[in-house]
């Protein structure tokens, strides 16, 4: 049954005199589990009661007839871990975790189990695509019957603070990609922000991730929150050039507190970023890459490259050969270096004379050059040719698309949904 045909029902007592009428529906959370329906909220005259389930007759008739004449009289109040669905869920925002976008559940679906009632299906509220998808009617959907889908598809409650204690040892937030769930903070209201944060917090690294992908004005908002100490720990998390940006974008009189609480090693790296004009190839470039001498052999890159585990794999797509002074040698693409004889020269296989920037050059030049050579990585040298960074193409990218491409609705892989019906 649909939870809102339910609602607003007559209640009777054993003997068929009319009581009230029904107001809400209990359920308990279960994890994986449909929720279970423990309890009815009865309205009588100005009072609303609390109803045990096994005290209801059957539920889904045109008149709800309790099977006891008892009936408590005290006021209902809400228990730890109760959810109300319509208080708490109908016309509510849920994480829809196949698509990883927020909707509203325009209705419930109720259904019986073994020996009890559980909450089985969301149907939700669907933004028309076309003046005619609004003439259809309500949702889009031509004024027909909903359209449910199964409870677990979804993430219950989300920015609900009543039932977060309930929710929070279910929740399945943590499984999204790090740009889903940047997709979903840059939509949600500030009691479902504080709620997805809470969740991703319990994974430092996952919430370092987030703050990464998010738009510049939402992070610098969030991070701004927080103190100087709670900043730092997650910039300490994030790659350096990330970390530069963030601080830049801080007010003046916390950048230098936040500077100095990170760790040494990456306090450096973010001190030498800030000093690039952020328009400029320094300022975008990251500084961490694997680098091995100009004599070595392959089977020397590829260790060099499984040593680097503290690196973000875009880091690692490609060795740079140096020589004694340290000046750029080659680069070595690690496909290259993966199908090469361990034993062969590096230098036999390796670009000995790659593109590469200036750390004063422009962001558009840096994306050209990428652009024309077919490059994923760029690195970036100093007037004597020694190694300063890499640009990555996904950080020309950010920096070369329209400034408000972070508000555009994310396009849907193909097949986002692996088979299953959407």
């Known amino acids: 049954m649909r939870l809102s045909e339910l609602l607003r029902q007559p209640v009777a007592d054993s003997g068929g005199e009319l009581l009230g009428r029904l107001s809400d529906v209990i359920v308990r959370l279960r994890g994986a589990d449909f929720p279970v329906v423990i309890g009815l909220v009865v309205t009588v005259g100005s009072r609303s009661l609390f109803v045990p389930i096994d005290q209801v ?54 259904a019986p189990g073994q020996g009890e009632w559980v ?9 028309p695509r076309s003046l005619l998808g609004r003439l259809a009617g309500p ?28 929710r929070r040892p279910f929740g399945r937030i943590r499984r999204l990609k790090p740009a889903q769930i940047a997709d979903l903070l840059e939509g949600a209201s500030l009691a479902e922000e504080t709620e997805i944060l809470g969740q991703v917090h319990a994974d430092p690294e996952l919430e370092a991730d987030v703050f990464e992908e998010l738009d510049e004005d939402l992070a610098t908002r969030l991070l701004g929150a927080r103190t100087d100490a709670e900043i730092a720990e997650v910039l300490a998390r994030m790659r350096a050039d990330d970390a530069a940006d963030a601080i830049a974008e801080l007010p003046q009189r916390r950048r230098q507190p936040v500077l100095d609480r ?25 500084v961490d890459f694997v680098t091995v001498s100009a004599a070595a052999a392959v089977a020397d890159a590829v260790a060099a490259v499984a040593a680097a585990g503290a690196l973000q794999p875009e880091a690692l797509t490609s060795v740079y050969l140096v020589n004694q002074r340290n000046q750029l040698a080659g680069v070595a693409r690690l496909v290259a270096l993966v199908q090469a004889d361990p034993a062969a020269p590096l230098a036999d296989i390796a670009d000995t004379d790659p593109v590469r920037v200036r750390a004063e050059t422009d962001v558009v030049d840096v994306a050209v050059l990428m652009s024309d050579y077919n490059l994923i990585t760029i690195p970036v040298v100093d007037q004597r040719q020694r190694m300063l960074g890499v640009i990555t193409v996904d950080d020309v990218l950010e920096a070369t698309l329209p400034p408000d491409w972070r508000r555009r609705e994310a396009a849907e892989p193909p097949d986002a949904h692996g088979g299953r019906d959407s």
Not at 59 to 78: I, K, M, N, P
Not at 119 to 127: E, I, L, T, Y
Not at 149 to 156: C, D, G, N, Q
Not at 270 to 286: E, F
């Open 57 to 110: 007759g059957v539920l889904g008739s045109a008149q709800l007839r309790l099977t006891s004449a008892r009936l408590d009289l005290r006021q209902f109040e809400r228990r730890d871990g109760e959810v109300l669905l319509r208080a708490d869920v109908l016309g509510h925002r849920l994480l829809d975790v196949d698509s990883a976008r927020l909707i509203r559940a325009a209705d419930l679906q109720l």
């Open 119 to 127: 909450v089985s299906g969301v149907a939700s509220h669907r933004r």
């Open 139 to 166: 949702a889009g959907q031509g004024g027909g019957e909903p359209r449910f889908r199964e409870w677990a598809r979804f993430e219950p409650l989300i920015g609900h603070t009543g039932s977060a204690l309930a």
């Open 262 to 286: 990170l760790p040494p090693g990456q306090q450096a790296k973010v001190l030498t970023l800030l000093g690039y004009n952020p328009a400029s190839a320094g300022g975008l470039m990251g």
